[in-house]
């Protein structure tokens, strides 16, 4: 049973900086999965944040491109992301996203909160 686990969501103040990871587990062949991270505002819909893929390659969506960074361990089956200059429309909730390179399998996380406020 495949399952992903975010840690590290909370409150922040406007500047401050905030670390997400996401653990992943009944996962065989992790390299196989390209990971993301998506985030949901209050009333709007899910958007992609950043992604790795299984061979490393990143992508940064440009609301926050500078400020956060993406990164994964396969060894580990983690994916982080740390994010610094936090704004207040960075509050949300965020997701871990699993999928297949090669198959359709996909995953999502429960959700953590991320809180940016004065």
């Known amino acids: 049973q495949v399952q992903l686990v975010e840690s590290g969501g909370g409150l922040a103040r406007p500047g401050g900086s905030l670390r997400l990871s996401c653990a992943a587990s009944?996962?065989?062949?992790?390299?196989?999965?390209?990971m993301s991270w998506y985030r949901q505002a209050p009333g709007k819909q899910r958007e992609l944040v950043a992604l790795?893929?299984?061979?490393?390659?990143?992508r940064v969506e440009d609301p926050v491109k500078g400020r956060f960074t993406v990164s994964r361990d396969n060894g580990k089956a983690t994916l982080d992301l740390q994010m610094t200059d936090l704004k207040v429309e960075d509050t949300a909730v965020y997701y871990c996203?699993?999928?297949?390179?090669?198959?359709?399998?996909?995953?999502w996380g429960q959700g953590t909160q991320v809180t940016v406020s004065s």
């Open positions: 790795v893929d299984g061979g490393f390659g990143t």
């Open positions: 996203y699993l999928k297949g390179r090669h198959s359709a399998d996909d995953y």
């Open positions: 009944g996962i065989r062949f992790f390299n196989l999965y390209d």
